[in-house]
């Protein structure tokens, strides 16, 4: 039901107390080695909340590789469209953890591989599902190709503008649903205020605001809604965002409201945050339920599926 179509990658985060200036050398407090991507993360919170995941990507023929198909395996996600690469690194982010935030320096590796040429070999698997859920950390070519394919044949598209890049208005206008954070939204809507923005794509443009939670605008009327985040004490923000956007395509699917979609999100994000790690992070459907996040009513809509 649902296609991750992104990147593939091993996180290596060094916590810290004190961040380094150029040239300085400094001690750090500990070391993780960890699995990510901004497509493999967004595939695992979906798969683990209950979601029917496929998986499209490439990694590299190492052992980190390797690892990541076996955590693919793991979680349920369906990797059979996953390809190694001869000859190239799996996709690394480099991830320095400081007072509970982070800033990471991504290296593409083997997810440079995601081509429209890729993209065309999988396409009939591609197109049995009703989700595409993209990312910014495949080429931008592969992008516009996978939007323009699903609004020809009648799919959803979740777009995650991250890592930020500039895309043409008119893939935008193509999107179903689009969920990128304040400065990500600069990227697609520049010179416009975030008012401006969401209501000028009511309904699909949803902007994540971290603690604050996420703003959008009512299709009838253009009306601002906000959805709040839940108060929470963060021991590492990483995934956060992936998550939000992961457990936001599975509620889609199993048919939840728009705003009754976005505080799920919200939810599973909130739980995300109070672990270390990306997916280490990410909650299952019963950890979610158990919270006091979960509303009772939306289980009318799991039931459904």
Not at 20 to 31: K, S
Not at 57 to 69: K, N, T
Not at 156 to 164: C, G, K, L
Not at 165 to 188: G, H, Q, R
Request: charged share 20%; hydrophobic share 40%; net charge negative.
């Amino acid at each position: 039901m649902i296609a991750v179509i992104g990147s593939l990658s091993t996180d290596f985060v060094v916590e810290t107390d004190i961040l380094a200036d150029r040239g300085e050398t400094v001690t750090g407090r500990d070391f993780h080695t960890l699995f990510g991507g901004k497509g493999a993360n967004q595939a695992i919170a979906a798969a683990r909340l209950g979601g029917q995941v496929t998986m499209f990507g490439c990694v590299g023929d190492d052992v980190f590789g390797a690892e990541i198909l076996a955590n693919l395996k793991k979680e349920g996600i369906d990797s059979q469209a996953v390809e190694i690469i001869s000859n190239q690194s799996s996709g690394s982010a480099h991830i320095t953890v400081y007072q509970a935030d982070n800033a990471i320096i991504y290296i593409p590796g083997a997810n440079q591989e995601v081509t429209v040429a890729y993209l065309k070999r999988h396409q009939e698997a591609l197109l049995a599902e009703e989700f595409f859920v993209i990312q910014n950390e495949i080429p931008i070519e592969s992008i516009q190709y996978l939007i323009d394919l699903a609004q020809s044949h009648g799919k959803q598209v979740i777009y995650d503008p991250a890592p930020a890049i500039a895309l043409d208005e008119s893939y935008v206008e193509k999107c179903s649903y689009l969920t990128p954070n304040e400065f990500e939204l600069n990227n697609l809507c520049p010179n416009a205020s975030i008012e401006e923005a969401i209501q000028r794509y009511p309904e699909r443009l949803l902007v994540t605001l971290g603690k604050d939670g996420v703003t959008y605008a009512q299709q009838a009327d253009r009306a601002i809604q906000h959805v709040p985040a839940f108060s929470v004490q963060a021991v590492d923000t990483t995934g956060a965002g992936d998550t939000f956007t992961g457990a936001f395509a599975y509620a889609l699917s199993q048919g939840l409201p728009l705003k009754e979609a976005v505080a799920f999100a919200n939810g599973a994000s909130a739980l995300s945050v109070q672990k270390l790690g990306a997916q280490t992070g990410m909650p299952t459907w019963e950890e979610l339920i158990a919270s006091e996040y979960f509303q009772e009513d939306w289980l009318t809509y799991f039931e459904k599926n």
